[in-house]
């Protein structure tokens, strides 16, 4: 298992697009990818999921990636945050 | 023995706005036209009404307004976005008439949009209206054209 915590800095945070963008990478991988945000748990393949936490500027949010391809998934998603939130 | 081949039913997804559908294809963000959301089309509507596309519970709605999440009853995910970009506008200009966990119908009217107030904003008022786990379906017709909110079907589905 993989995990890793972030603060988004993007103002507007997880909204439309870069859910879309996230699920993309996560629908993609053989690996169960969750996302975790004030006490709520989201599945990462799954934009409703993603869309309900309303992950806000000043959040922080808590990946968690298991299975075969973990560890180049954790990276690909925490490079997207890094970059874009 | 032969219930694999029995034939999906069709499903509908209505237009939510009066205006003109498009293809999602057409739509200028790419987060749509590549489906990156999922797939389905547009509406540009000519005016504010805004309708619930489909019968269904309203899963979510963004605190910005502007986007629904709702579950059909067939348990098809669908995402309604109002505008291209229209998070950056916090909520005004929208009057949503429904709260998260409501049942709705198709043409139950579910916000009033201030469509000049998006334009004045130069926020593109196209409105997609997206099967969001879209590998589970197959669009099977799109109406384009002009569409009547909440009467006209905008997209024709199965399951596959």
């Known amino acids: ?85 | 023995m032969f219930d694999f081949i029995k034939k999906q039913k069709e499903m509908a997804v209505y237009a939510p706005m009066d205006g003109e559908a498009i293809k999602i294809e057409q739509v200028p963000d790419e987060a749509f036209s590549e489906k990156i959301l999922g797939d389905g089309a547009a509406i540009i509507p000519e005016n504010g009404n805004v309708y619930s596309p489909v019968d269904g519970e309203i899963i979510d709605i963004t605190d910005t307004k502007h986007a629904f999440c709702i579950t059909t009853n067939e348990g098809t995910e669908v995402l309604l976005h109002i505008g291209i970009d229209t998070v950056n506008l916090k909520g005004e200009g929208f009057d949503v008439k429904i709260v998260s966990g409501d049942k709705v119908k198709a043409g139950t009217k579910i916000a009033q949009v201030d469509l000049e107030l998006l334009k004045k904003n130069n926020i593109k008022t196209i409105t997609p209206v997206i099967l969001t786990e879209a590998q589970n379906y197959k669009i099977t017709q799109v109406h384009e054209g002009k569409v009547s909110g909440g009467r006209d079907v905008l997209f024709l589905y199965k399951k596959i």
Not at chain 1, 12 to 35: F, L, Q
Not at chain 1, 55 to 75: A, L, M, N, P, R
């Open chain 1, 1 to 85: 298992m993989q995990e890793f915590t972030y603060t988004i800095k993007d103002k507007i945070g997880i909204h439309a697009r870069p859910a879309g963008n996230i699920v993309k990478i996560a629908k993609e991988a053989k690996s169960d990818v969750s996302m975790e945000c004030r006490g709520k748990t989201a599945d990462l393949k799954k934009i409703f999921s993603l869309m309900s936490l309303s992950v806000k500027c000043g959040d922080e949010v808590k990946v968690t990636v298991s299975g075969d391809d973990e560890v180049e998934i954790c990276e690909k998603i925490k490079r997207y945050l890094t970059e874009n939130l």
